[in-house]
């Protein structure tokens, strides 16, 4: 029998702005090229002429539902350049924005995850469920989706005396909400028929690849910015990296659900040990770091997220290299597609968690 | 006629043409009413049955089309309105309380409680809304297809046994006609892929053939035991048989089959893979649009409410239940526990719907074939064992 090919994506309901060019056997995928860049918006050159301030709310773009995570190697960029101490306050600050990030995004991955499997009530109750944190964040900074929270040295504003009660509401509640999650979405036989055993990527497989974030702990591989290279206050925080041995598509599911128990965790314990004092350094807007190099990471929800920043002493960034997640995991699609039955194709690939305007940048 | 710009004119519009129509039908019906002999004298008793209704049912009793006439039990009661409202209801039953499994609110404003009134709303919008078909489909089959889902779905009405007394027809080999006429429902499935000359219809309408069928047997191989067991192919003989024991408690095993089999049947999640969003858009309804469309819906659901009366009449003992109105009204008991369990039936489904994910077809095929066609015969083994040991007092009760 020959092959066919199939274009699936940009406008197909199943792919996201990208495309996937699927060669088929019968029904059967033979190899799976990815297409993407249909959102490719040129960030990098676009931050030389921004400044400083100015690319805050930029660089959250690429990834808005993560935007905490993605302004953490920034902001850690300049303040290297610059040689600044950011106050601890903001630091713990910074950690409770970042992890309420990681929960958002991780909730609304479940809940496509669910459309795609063909699961209504697992689209609604992460959605729904999701909206108590973007509530949270909006009690501390204001927004509801891009925050714009991290400075160069500090944080925009201290939070409301509020904040920690309804905090702890709030994970309170989702701990139980968890519990259902697995019971009625993890544990279902139908659900697990349709991810157990498959995608299967090895923990060689995973290294060769260069795979990132949850889908490389799912491979097996306890690799964690936040606990190698310990950035912020993660190191005086207590919390675990969940990982799997599978590297299945539900295990990667799975490695979502504990990530977001995890950051719960660091939630509750940051808001108790969190320091009083002030929340950032007084630049007067002058944020103008001397020439020089500088190259930082952080765990953002999908993965390491790397800045390699290159200052002349300008007002704006010189040269700006962003090393996202999502493109780093869009190489295990074809690796993991192949051999799948073609109504596999979309839980399969979404189990990656690959976000297209990511990877364009 | 001027050009409509504004809503004032809208309504303007639609004033002069419902005020042209009730006009037609004022003359249509006033010389129909003095030029038939038959019906001269219907304002006579219009304005007499004004105090007394009995006079109006007696003279439309005469017509042929009162209350015991076979006009009335089709058009009406046990038939196609009645199916119709119980499937509009159950739209919007099941939007309701799958909103509530989901956290959200629901249909609200149309209607007084929690938008009850939105299917008709939702009826209104589609009559209204432009008829388009694809430019390359067949446009004979494309149109005829819902009007064939509609019928399909009627056509099981006319042998489901509401009670003993109040039924469309009775007929010695009613399950074979049930049977029969579910047939019919993959090869609409397949004329309308077909007629659409569209991809996704076309893969949609495919995997609808492909999964009746390998649920039909599996389907026709428990309702056998059922009749087995009965001793009758009469869908009223085998409620009967039920007046001491339902058949599911001596054959929870057939029940379940065909439970599941029905499930398939339907395309009810977690079988709808006919119309799987995320893989092929809306499978063979994707190019259906406005009243066809509805049409379609209309028939899926009175097909379900039929499907879900067939599996009561079979399994969960028809019309039987204890008796707690008055002697006088043994129908309408009856009729009120076959709608009961019906509707138990319904919601069940319904609740299925927002507790699982969808089967591959593969997976689907497989656990098809395999594991359900075992079942239900594993099923008609133990049917045999209780007719062979006489432990079901009914058993060859022709």
């Known amino acids: 029998m020959s092959e066919l090919t199939v274009n699936i994506g940009p406008q197909h309901p199943g792919s996201g702005h990208f495309r996937l060019i699927v060669k088929l056997d019968g029904d059967k995928i033979v190899e799976v090229i990815p297409d993407p860049g249909y959102v490719h918006r040129g960030d990098e050159k676009v931050s030389e002429y921004k400044n400083y301030i100015q690319n805050i709310p930029h660089f959250e773009r690429p990834a808005i539902l993560d935007a905490s995570n993605m302004l953490f190697p920034y902001v850690h960029a300049v303040e290297d350049l610059m040689k600044l101490e950011v106050p601890v306050r903001g630091q713990y600050i910074r950690v409770i924005m970042a992890e309420l990030n990681r929960i ?123 606990k190698d290279e310990p950035y912020a206050v993660y190191d005086k925080l207590d919390f675990d990296i969940p990982v799997s041995k599978d590297g299945d598509s539900w295990a990667r599911a799975w490695i979502h659900i504990e990530e977001m128990r995890q950051s719960m965790s660091i939630i509750k314990q940051a808001l108790k040990d969190i320091p009083s004092g002030p929340v950032k350094l007084n630049l007067r807007g002058q944020i103008r770091p001397p020439p020089g190099e500088t190259f930082s990471r952080a765990e953002s929800s999908r993965g390491a997220v790397s800045f390699y920043l290159i200052s002349n002493g300008g007002m704006t960034p010189y040269r700006l290299r962003m090393i996202t997640p999502s493109f780093r995991n869009l190489r295990a699609i074809s690796h993991i597609t192949k051999g799948l039955l073609l109504a596999d194709l979309p839980p399969a690939f979404w189990s990656l968690d690959y976000w297209p305007v990511e990877a364009d940048r | 006629m001027s050009e409509i710009r504004t809503f004032p004119d809208f309504l303007k519009r639609l004033s002069i043409i419902l005020g042209a129509l009730v006009l037609l039908i004022i003359i249509i019906f006033g010389v129909l009413i003095y030029t038939i002999p038959a019906v001269s004298n219907f304002n006579d008793i219009l304005l007499e049955s004004i105090g007394n209704p009995i006079v109006m049912l007696d003279y439309l009793d005469s017509l042929g089309v009162g209350i015991n006439s076979l006009f009335f039990k089709i058009a009406v009661f046990p038939g196609y309105t009645w199916a119709a409202l119980i499937a509009a209801e159950v739209i919007w039953f099941e939007r309701k309380f799958l909103a509530k499994m989901q956290l959200r609110v629901g249909p609200l404003y149309a209607g007084v409680i929690g938008g009850i009134l939105q299917p008709i709303a939702d009826v209104a919008k589609l009559i209204f809304k432009e008829m388009i078909s694809p430019g390359k489909s067949d446009k004979l089959i494309f149109y005829s297809v819902p009007l064939l889902i509609n019928a399909v779905g009627a056509s099981l009405l006319a042998v489901l046994p509401v009670s003993d007394g109040w039924l469309i027809m009775r007929s010695d ?15 609409s499935v397949l004329l309308a892929g077909w007629a659409s000359n569209s991809k996704f219809p076309f893969v949609g309408a495919l995997r609808g053939l492909h999964q009746m069928i390998a649920f039909e047997v599996s389907m026709l191989i428990a309702a056998l035991s059922v009749v087995l067991l009965s001793g009758s192919l009469d869908l009223v003989n085998i409620v009967q048989a039920q007046s001491s024991v339902w058949f599911i408690v001596l054959m929870p095993i057939g029940a379940v089959v065909f439970f599941i089999t029905l499930l398939a049947e339907l ?132």
């Open chain 1, 104 to 226: 958002i995004s991780h909730l609304y991955y479940f809940a496509i995850y669910g459309i795609f499997v063909g699961h209504s009530t697992m689209f609604m109750w992460p959605v729904a469920d999701r909206e108590h944190f973007i509530d949270l964040a909006q009690m501390i900074s204001g927004q509801r989706v891009g925050f714009a929270f991290l400075l160069p040295g500090g944080v925009r504003n201290d939070i409301p005396e509020a904040v920690k009660e309804r905090a702890n509401e709030a994970c309170n509640y989702f701990e139980k909400r968890l519990i259902e999650y697995e019971r009625i979405f993890m544990n279902n036989p139908i659900f697990e028929k349709r991810a157990k055993g498959m995608g299967i990527l090895s923990k060689e497989d995973a290294i060769k690849l260069g795979v990132v974030g949850p889908t490389l702990r799912a491979s097996g591989v306890k690799s964690d910015i936040r």
């Open chain 2, 173 to 187: 080999v009613s399950m074979l006609i049930v049977f029969a006429v579910i047939g019919f429902v993959p090869i």
């Open chain 2, 267 to 398: 395309e009810r999640i977690p079988f709808d893979l006919p119309e799987a969003e995320s893989e092929i858009v809306m499978g063979y309804l994707t190019e259906y649009s406005s009243m066809a469309f509805g049409n379609i819906q209309l028939g899926t659901y009175i097909r379900f409410y039929a499907l879900s009366g067939i599996f009561t009449t079979l399994f969960l003992g028809g019309w039987h239940g204890p008796q707690f109105l008055p002697a006088g009204f043994e129908i309408v008991n009856q009729v009120e526990w076959f709608t009961l369990k019906t509707l138990l039936v319904m919601v069940i489904i319904i609740i299925l719907r927002g507790v699982n994910p969808r089967f591959r077809i593969d997976q689907l095929l497989r656990f098809g074939w395999s594991r359900l066609l075992v079942l239900a015969f594993l099923n008609l083994f133990i049917a045999l064992l209780i007719l062979e040991m006489n432990w079901f007092p009914f058993s060859g009760g022709i």
